[in-house]
């Protein structure tokens, strides 16, 4: 079955560093996401991206963060500075699915957990 | 803000009986609803969805019920099994925004 991966599935940084987290949308998918769930709490929406460009981005997304695909296979998240309220599990997604939005065919990978120190 | 809610943190059930999962939700515009499982150290799978224009979807073990007078879906598993414990997310989308709206999860444990 087809599966979203990602990269690396933990790291530790300092605050003010820059963190990449990346990618593997599923190949033939042309919508892409992030989410972060900090620990205990909901899983958030962070950001979508379609043909190149964010779609939609939630008051989270500020300009610390920052997305692309650099490649046609990769799906980066670059958060330019952390700060520790930054520790979380970061979930990448990918979907291939058009018109009205109805949120079944979304793919999650196994997240990349991040902790600032 | 808390779009999607779900209240009960954690459930237990013993096998073979039903488990039902509650979610409430306060935004009208939702137009889908999802239900996700989530197994430690993985991502979010999804379980099963319903539309806002039914009251209720089936999917083998899994039914989910929609009574949208009260902005409340629940999820029901016939029979619990051991390997349906996990965390159950309820999620939510307008439709016409890409993204998903989460609730903070219910643990549910099945016992043997």
């Known amino acids: 079955e087809p599966e979203v991966t990602q990269t690396p599935s933990h790291q530790v940084t300092q605050m003010g560093q820059e963190v990449i987290l990346r990618c593997v949308p599923i190949?033939?998918?042309?919508?892409f996401y992030w989410y972060r769930q900090i620990l205990g709490q909901k899983v958030e929406f962070l950001v979508s991206f379609y043909n190149n460009e964010i779609s939609e981005k939630s008051e989270i997304f500020d300009d610390q963060f920052s997305v692309e695909r650099p490649d046609g296979s990769n799906f980066t998240l670059k958060i330019r500075s952390t700060k520790l309220e930054d520790s979380a599990m970061y979930f990448c997604?990918?979907?291939?699915?058009?018109?009205?939005?109805?949120?079944?065919?979304?793919?999650f990978g196994e997240g990349s957990w991040l902790t600032v120190v | 803000d808390q779009q999607v809610k779900q209240n009960s943190p954690s459930l237990s059930v013993q096998e073979g009986r039903i488990s039902i999962l509650n979610c409430d939700y306060t935004n009208s515009m939702f137009d889908y609803f999802l239900w996700y499982k989530k197994y430690p150290a993985e991502g979010p799978t999804f379980l099963i969805s319903?539309?806002?224009?039914?009251d209720k979807n089936e999917d083998g073990r899994f039914t989910v019920f929609l009574n949208k007078s009260a902005k409340h879906l629940s999820l029901h598993i016939v029979p619990s099994q051991p390997g349906d414990s996990a965390v159950y997310f309820c999620?939510?989308?307008?439709?016409?925004?890409?993204?998903?709206?989460f609730g903070s999860g219910t643990q549910l444990t099945v016992l043997p």
């Open positions: 190949s033939n998918h042309l919508y």
């Open positions: 999620a939510a989308v307008t439709g016409s925004a890409r993204q998903l709206t």
């Open positions: 997604a990918s979907s291939d699915e058009g018109g009205r939005f109805a949120g079944n065919t979304i793919y």
């Open positions: 319903i539309s806002s224009i039914k």
